[in-house]
């Protein structure tokens, strides 16, 4: 799963993230193609190209949710800890090394609740080195699950976070 994934956003190192939402039709219609011309049968075609096309959609949404998880759990990560004023770098490195994030993070305060304790934090998303190096700050909240913190804040409404949304 996870190669069929790498495969699937190869395409976005070359094209963007236009490429990588085309990955799954362009598979499926390849897919179409081959077997529909491999078996005479159009039908016989059709249906196996929807099927890769879903499969492939599938792979590409489920490896997109894994990533944006281990960022959020990264930052929450290194935010539990802290005392309400405090603040910490953050990062992640991702096994295929496409994406990588860092950060600073700061915890504004923390926040009593009869179900979990949680806190507020303000944290930072680097871009780029030297000259082009943009830094973008966002607001979320955080609880802790057991002996972990994880995020609590529900997806943004607006597109400030491109990929990590």
């Known amino acids: 799963m996870r190669r069929l994934a790498a495969l699937l956003l190869l395409p976005g190192l070359l094209g963007g993230c236009d490429a990588v939402r085309a990955a799954p039709q362009i598979a499926g219609a ?14 016989v075609g059709v249906a196996i190209g929807l099927g890769v096309t879903a499969a492939a959609d599938y792979a590409v ?28 770098p953050w990062e992640i490195r991702h096994s295929i090394p496409i994406g990588n994030e860092r950060g ?15 806190r507020e934090i303000v944290f930072s998303v680097v871009d780029g080195e030297g000259e082009a ?24 409404a607006v597109e400030r976070w491109g990929a990590l949304q």
């Open 61 to 88: 949404k489920y490896f997109g949710r894994s990533r944006q998880n281990a960022v959020q759990d990264a930052i929450a990560t290194a935010a539990g800890p802290l005392a309400p004023g405090a603040r910490a």
């Open 104 to 118: 600073e993070v700061h915890m504004v305060r923390a926040i009593d609740n009869p179900l979990a304790p949680c």
């Open 133 to 156: 190096l943009t830094r973008d700050w966002f607001a979320a909240q955080i609880c802790r699950q057991g002996e972990r913190w994880r995020w609590a804040s529900a997806e943004p």
């Open 30 to 43: 390849g897919a179409a193609i081959i077997s529909g011309a491999g078996t005479a049968n159009p039908g």
